[in-house]
């Protein structure tokens, strides 16, 4: 089946479908990872965006029921080059172009995604539409025009969780980082830990359980006095989609709970602490999406390749005194970490789960349980 992608500037590209038919609109960005596709289209971070991978060959080993990030596809479409016809993997259970046709999600292939990715690199992240549906380009374009650009929605609402819930999974033997292993020692109380779902990915609970957390995940319009009423050990203010500015209730949240308890901040959790403690973020040209992107620690200058997904960034200068910024990154020089020992308080806006991408930062979630184990 014939298929189109078209952005909001008018540039069109003619494909074919491998998803469901239909008509999807999203803000238009692209991904670097060479794998992961899986983890990539069930990240609620990507909620609302159609995401172009750059890499050719996509679907290559399938699709199985332990990579999810969560228990869907999230993206509003999905954009390759080529979708291997025969999928082969030891873990495979299906195929990618079944699993986006059961679950309704747009496809299209044969696009050339070099050159989506340099007009992207170029002109910046913009509102597009993946349809089977208007295959006129000029028609596709201007009910482009009229959808509403993503900066506008409150998207976390659309992704958390509707009640709180305990989480007890932990990561398999497969996934399971060297500095993660054996990291508990046998008899220790377990750290009671507050988990606010902003878009929380799977593997994110699965290494907290597996430091022998006990984890409550909360709604991300919980008060700070409902995460405090658990007493916990510590706070998590997880990943998630869109503008952190829109998630005003979690915003005041974090200011309540911050000093209160210690807290580690992910991705979006990142941006929300720096913004509730009165800095600001911006949105970035075309944002940080792959697997590959080199990180500076400050204080070490140690070097991590760590995985990454997000399209704003925190603007250091803006931090209020006691706070720093803690890390960049070595492509653009943003912002990649935050620091409050006042507060007790960190985050990074990279991501030490992975899944996918690499593991080097892992040692993030050892440090949280370190420090509620010397807070209690």
Known sequence: MEALLVLEDGRAFRGRS???????????VFNTSMTGYQEVLTDPSYRGQIVAMTYPLQGNYGVNSEDPESSRVQVAGFVVREVAELPSSWRGNGDLPHSLRE???????GVDTRALTRHIRDRGAMMGAV???????????????AAPALGTRDVVREVTCARPHVWTEELTALHTPAPLAAAVPSGTLPCRVAAYDFGIKRNILRSLASLGCSVTVLPATSPAEDALALAPDGIFLSNGPGDPATATYAIEAVRKLAGRKPLFGIC??????????????????????GGNQPVLDLATRKVSITAQNHGYAVDPETLPAGARCTEINLNDRTCEGLDVPDLNAWSVQYHPEASPGPRDASHHFLRFVERMRSSR
């Open 18 to 28: 491998f998803g469901a038919p239909g008509e999807s609109f999203g803000e238009v």
């Open 103 to 109: 679950q309704g999600a747009v496809g299209i292939q």
């Open 131 to 145: 349809s089977t549906v208007t295959l006129d380009p000029e028609a596709l374009a201007r009910k482009v025009r």
């Open 268 to 289: 979006l959790g990142h941006q929300i602490l720096a913004l509730a403690l009165g800095a600001r973020t911006f949105k970035l040209k075309f944002g940080h999406r």
